[in-house]
């Protein structure tokens, strides 16, 4: 046993990315076992390895972890990712939970039907820059650290920098007003532990393609 967290998950971003963002962010190593084909899926179902039959799955400290928020609040609460106290965790939970909506709308848009798919990313962009962008610029001049809560790394700091990358992926002028957001990024990009993440060749996942669906859904319907 080497002792690092195996993460068990198709190899593409879908509910796992966020923890291997965290892992990474927290310059903790990890290993991938990739489910290829639906067997792969049926032999961890059968040996008991998945609480409610489902992945992500991570096997960490003897536990087999599912459900995708347990297991980021775990690897945050343990790599002290997650505020001093219960208002700052509370605080990192809000920032959070609007980034994975705002994340969600737009990991959906490959999966539109064709002619709904601009108008779904119309919608999913505008709500980046005039519901949640304005919230964290706001954050980040009314705090005025370095970090969205208190004055050190979180897991909301990290869920922000994921989100940005993601929204400019679609767009990659989505910053071009708001000047906070945009140090904060060339900021928290230059972190030794996120800048080895974010270099070619890392355990980062690339953006999901149409192509990409039907390998998927043979592995997981
Ligand atoms: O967040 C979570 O971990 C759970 N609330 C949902 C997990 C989930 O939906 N897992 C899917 C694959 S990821 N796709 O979106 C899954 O394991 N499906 C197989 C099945 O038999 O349900």
Same mark, same amino acid.
């Given at each position: ?38 067997? +792969? ?28 928020? *347990? ?18 965790? *509370? ?5 959070? &939970? ?5 994340? &969600? ?8 039907? *064709? ?9 999913? %962009? ?6 949640? @962008? $304005?919230? @964290? ?9 370095? @970090? ?12 922000? %920098? ?5 929204? &400019?992926? @679609?767009?990659? +002028? ?35 393609? &149409?192509?990409?669906? $039907? ?7």
């Amino acid at each position: 046993m080497s002792g690092k967290p195996v993460l068990h998950y198709a190899n593409t971003r879908g509910r796992m990315e966020s923890v291997r963002w965290l892992l990474a962010a927290a310059g903790v190593e990890f290993e991938e076992k990739f489910l290829e084909k639906k067997e +792969d899926l049926q032999k961890l179902k059968s040996d008991g390895s998945l609480l409610f039959q489902q992945v992500p799955m991570v096997e960490i400290d003897g536990m087999k972890l599912v459900q995708t928020r *347990a297991i980021l609040n775990y690897i945050a609460g343990k790599y002290n990712l997650y505020g001093k106290d219960l208002k700052e965790r *509370a605080l990192i939970d809000m920032y959070v &939970e609007g980034l994975a909506d705002l994340y &969600e709308l737009i990991m959906m848009n490959v999966v539109q039907p *064709a002619d709904k798919k601009e108008e779904h990313l119309a919608n999913a %962009l505008d709500k980046a820059a005039n519901r949640y @962008f $304005p919230v @964290f610029e706001k954050v980040l001049k009314d705090h005025g650290h370095d @970090f969205l809560v208190g004055n050190k790394l979180s897991r909301a700091d990290v869920s922000l %920098l994921e989100t940005i990358l993601m929204v &400019e992926e @679609f767009k990659s +002028d989505a910053l071009a007003k708001f000047p906070l957001l945009q140090s904060f990024k060339a900021r928290m990009s230059n972190t030794p532990n996120i800048k080895k993440f974010l270099q070619p060749g890392s355990q980062r996942k690339p953006r999901l393609q &149409e192509k990409d669906i $039907p390998n998927l859904m043979a592995i997981f319907h």
